[in-house]
């Protein structure tokens, strides 16, 4: 059979044919996570520390003695997500030194909804520097303390019955103006998140 002049029949290699499917492929799974969070319109979790109160304070020889109380508000604004908290730390940092830290239990946050956690944690004996020791010293004749908290967390979101990637969750909340009694009226702190 003869073929018609100015016709003529190409075969396109594997080589092409492998890069069409592989292109195609990546725009379906592009459009897959574009309309997924569309649909989910994701927003940002909130954290606030609403209370916060020093206990059982000692500061002898720049030895720091003390029993460290906050209550951490996290609001999960998402109508469609939860979000699994796998792993969460917490640490009080007076003037860039780390004077508490602690692990919080794993938990579960659904979807619209406000979890408060109660951080509570002695530290003892906990070595300041001179001069850190010579302010917090000041401070504490006037009955509160600024205090830097700052949490890490490993965190995923499940939609259904999907579960994302894990996530690093950082909160920074600074200053926490802290009174040596829960007594006094605490200002509550919004916190600085990123993940």
Avoid at 82 to 106: A, E, F, H, L
Wanted: hydrophobic letters at 35%.
């Amino acid at each position: 059979m003869a073929v018609p002049q100015g016709t003529t029949t190409k075969k396109r290699s594997p080589i092409t044919l492998c890069a069409i499917c592989c292109l195609a492929l990546i725009v379906i799974v592009g459009l897959a996570i574009l309309i997924t969070w569309l649909a989910i319109k994701p927003k940002k979790i909130q954290y606030s520390i609403d209370e916060g109160w020093i206990r059982d304070y000692n500061l002898n020889n720049s030895r720091l003695t003390s029993t460290f109380n906050f209550v951490i508000r996290t609001y999960n604004p998402n109508n469609k997500a939860k979000i699994y908290y796998d792993r969460m730390d917490v640490t009080v940092y007076y003037r860039g030194q780390n004077v508490s830290y602690d692990d919080m239990d794993p938990f579960r946050q659904p979807k619209k909804n406000v979890t408060r956690l109660m951080y509570q944690k002695n530290t003892k004996d906990v070595v300041l520097s001179s001069d850190s020791a010579q302010h917090l010293k000041l401070e504490r004749t006037g009955g509160q303390v600024d205090l830097d908290v700052k949490i890490n967390a490993k965190i995923r979101f499940k939609v259904g019955v999907f579960k994302t990637r894990h996530y690093k969750l950082k909160v920074l909340c600074s200053p926490v103006v802290v009174n040596f009694s829960n007594d006094k009226r605490f200002q509550k702190t919004d916190c600085d998140v990123d993940y």
